[in-house]
């Protein structure tokens, strides 16, 4: 497969210019913890449906200690999870789809071209190609130094939130958390 043309131009963005920090995300996106695969975004653009952001990646990653020891490289789910929370994110934003969450319904041409390690910092481009109810369809680049390392189509759908709380709340009295140990 050919590769595609960015999906937006470098010289159109910057990096410093932040429209939503990690705060401003977490009024839209639920992760948090080691889940949160976003820093920052610095680029909105409603006319087009695209948005940019970014993760720094630190050496505190959580998968940095297992994949790969001695030489971490960042898992490409996790390259995938960073850009399906920023079209999340720009979705829910917006109010542009019905749901309280968004869930992966699919990837789809995902390639992986270079490796991301402990100290880059992964901008993703993410534009919106269809968005109905119940389903958004979204293209999505990923790079370090302006050299692509992942790309792909991502299918998102709205989660039965309630039902989902309901099951949870059922398997913590099934499987009470653990305690620390004294």
């Not at 898992?75 to 995938?80: A, E, L, R, W, Y």
Request: net charge negative.
């Amino acid at each position: 497969m050919p590769k595609k043309p960015p999906i937006l131009d470098f010289s159109e963005f910057d990096l410093n210019h932040i429209t939503a920090d990690i705060e401003l995300i977490r009024q839209y996106n639920r992760q948090r913890y080691e889940m949160e695969q976003l820093t920052a975004v610095c680029f909105e653009d409603h006319k087009r449906r695209i948005c940019v952001g970014y993760k720094d990646i630190t050496p505190h990653e959580f998968w940095v200690r297992g994949h790969m020891p001695g030489m971490p490289l960042m898992p490409g789910v996790i390259m995938c999870e960073s850009a399906a929370q920023l079209a999340s994110y720009y979705t829910h934003r917006y109010g542009l789809m019905d749901g309280a969450l968004i869930g992966f319904g699919g990837l789809e041409e995902v390639r992986f071209r270079g490796v991301v390690r402990p100290g880059d910092r992964l901008v993703i481009m993410a534009q919106l190609l269809k968005i109905r109810r119940q389903m958004l369809t979204c293209e999505f680049q990923s790079y370090t130094n302006q050299n692509r390392v992942c790309e792909g189509i991502l299918i998102g759908i709205p989660l039965p939130v309630e039902q989902l709380m309901a099951d949870s709340a059922q398997l913590a009295e099934t499987f009470p958390p653990e305690q620390p140990p004294k």
